[in-house]
């Protein structure tokens, strides 16, 4: 999806880059974007996609976070874990400028359990 309000796209930026307030304040990388979400929605139409698209990313980072913390007494999961650490870094970058630009990125990996 494209949008070309700027004030939507600015918001869907800093929606997907809440989603690394979890390093300064743990715990904020959950909650923030949620809120964020929740409060423009209904203001900025296309918000709304953008939200469901960084929800999804949160619940299946959860997801593979427990599934590779339980792999690692098997040592496969460390990898998996520090993999993971990166790609919860960079995809929310890519996809704030993807917002920036108009664009809905969609997370690779991501489960959807919001449509």
Known sequence: MN?????????????????????????????????????????????????????????????????FGLLSFLLIGLPLLGILGIVSIVFPIIGAVKANEGILWSYPLTIRFLS
């Open 3 to 67: 949008y070309s309000d700027s004030e939507t796209r600015q918001w869907a930026m800093f929606l997907h880059l809440s989603l690394l307030a979890g390093v300064l304040v743990p715990g904020a990388g959950f909650i923030l974007p949620i809120i964020l979400w929740q409060v423009k929605k209904n203001e900025l139409p296309g918000i709304d996609a953008h939200g469901k698209m960084v929800t999804n990313w949160l619940i299946s980072a959860v997801i593979y976070g427990a599934v």
